[in-house]
């Protein structure tokens, strides 16, 4: 087996565990759905506008949109992700997804310039050569209609060692090694088998992205970060589930998102970007 084809099993077998659908529902990952809601909300067309959420997952952001009157076609390469999103769909009292299919981000079975938006809330993370981000980057080009908005996220270089201090990762020699080796590369590996290490995967620096949709054709309009040094609170969770400490949070992480030095603290970035 090849180093591709290793990389995609290993990515496969992890999400396989379905440990996804549920992981946007609390602790950093509810605040990292929370502060991409609000960045979504700021960039994103009007609906009734279309929208290829293209590594959608098991629907959460476009069950989001669909209830807010878009119109979503949900792509993932992971199909029990799709089997999810289409029974989400289909026990949803409101407006239903427009599709849901199995398919890779670097190549879209849609039309060129058939949607108004692409959301790449994924696809990223999982292609460690530069080559194949551009060509997702440009596929979702290729999918916009001139003047389109791309949403990139990325995984921030140094989310490793931050989340090892976080949560004592870095207490196993393991996992200390992976963290040094991200820092180095940005190559993250798992060898220990333990899904709390994550999967294959890219980790950016924050400077990457402008040059990656550049070479995409993309217009670069932002690189910002979604959970800033909110994701790292000890009590992350009670702020959540107390609505005005929830809204100081929210408030103070967009106080600060535009201050470039603080962009690597985030363990996720999205770029934006828009097809001239």
């Not at 591709?4 to 990515?11: M, Q, R």
């Not at 994103?44 to 959608?56: I, M, N, R, T």
């Not at 692409?118 to 050569?129: A, F, K, R, S, T």
């Not at 080796?181 to 620096?205: E, L, Q, V």
């Amino acid at each position: 087996m090849n180093e591709a084809s290793s990389n995609a099993a290993d990515i496969a077998a992890y999400y396989d565990l379905g440990l996804e659908r549920d992981r946007l529902a609390s602790g950093t990952g509810a605040l990292e759905f929370a502060r991409t809601q609000v960045l979504l909300e700021r960039y994103l067309p009007s609906p009734p506008a279309v929208v290829a959420d293209v590594g959608g997952g098991p629907g959460r952001y476009a069950m989001w949109l669909a209830k807010r009157g878009y119109r979503v076609h949900l792509i993932d390469p992971v199909p029990l992700h799709v089997k999810q999103a289409r029974a989400a769909a289909a026990g949803s009292a409101g407006p239903a997804l427009a599709s849901a299919e199995v398919g890779d981000a670097r190549a879209v079975r849609l039309p060129n310039e058939s949607v108004d938006a692409v959301l790449l809330l994924g696809p990223l993370y999982h292609l460690p050569e530069r080559a194949a981000r551009v060509q997702a980057l440009a596929e979702a080009r290729r999918l916009c209609r001139p003047g389109g908005l791309v949403v990139a996220a990325a995984i921030s270089r140094f989310a490793s060692t931050l989340d090892g201090l976080r949560a004592s990762y870095l207490e196993d020699p393991a996992f200390e090694a992976v963290a040094a080796t991200d820092r180095r590369d940005g190559r993250h590996r798992n060898p220990t088998g333990d899904p709390a290490y994550f999967t294959t995967a890219y980790f950016h620096r924050p400077e990457e992205l402008a040059v990656e949709c550049a070479e995409a054709q993309l217009a670069h309009v932002a690189t910002l970060p979604v959970e800033g040094p909110g994701w790292l609170l000890g009590d992350l969770q009670e702020r959540l589930a107390d609505e005005p400490r929830r809204a100081v949070l929210l408030a103070a992480l967009a106080a600060i998102e535009g201050e470039s030095s603080l962009l690597g603290v985030s363990a996720h970035l999205l770029a934006i970007a828009r097809r001239d």
